[in-house]
Nanobody
Framework: VQLQASGGGLVQAGGSLRLSCAAS????????MGWFRRAPGKDREFVAA????????SSADSVKGRFTISRDNAKNTVYLQMNSLKPEDTAIYYC???????????????????WGQGTEVTVSS
């Protein structure tokens, strides 16, 4: 499985961006998809996740009400709509996928099986 993240860029505070994560591979059967980010000098942190069925979503408190995760089944693509961006949202954003069955929706990096290469988001004040 290959994950290709895109959509990052430079935006002013209060602006919006939409990140995309396209999944491909000989057989793609994801249980869940997630977004994480790593800000300069900080550890990687969970941002948002959703079960591929759409039955559950989860997001970090720091982005609730501002970021929305969604997916397009036909395109095997997951999106992260980011509104009301703040300078503290500046980071490299990574998408991740889990293929192993699970009854939960994980928020830890180790729960995921595959990772994209990251896309950089810079929010200027």
């Amino acid at each position: 499985v290959q994950l290709q993240a895109s959509g990052g860029g430079l935006v002013q505070a209060g602006g919006s961006l939409r990140l995309s994560c396209a999944a491909s591979g000989r057989t793609f059967n994801s249980v869940a998809m997630g977004w994480f980010r790593r800000a300069p000098g900080k550890d990687r942190e969970f941002v948002a996740a959703m079960r591929w069925s759409g039955s559950a979503t989860s997001s970090a408190d720091s982005v609730k009400g501002r970021f929305t995760i969604s997916r397009d089944n036909a395109k095997n693509t997951v999106y992260l709509q980011m509104n009301s961006l703040k300078p503290e949202d500046t980071a490299i954003y990574y998408c991740a996928a889990r293929s192993r069955f699970s009854t939960i929706l994980g928020r830890s990096a180790g729960w995921y099986d595959y990772w994209g290469q990251g896309t950089e988001v810079t929010v200027s004040s």
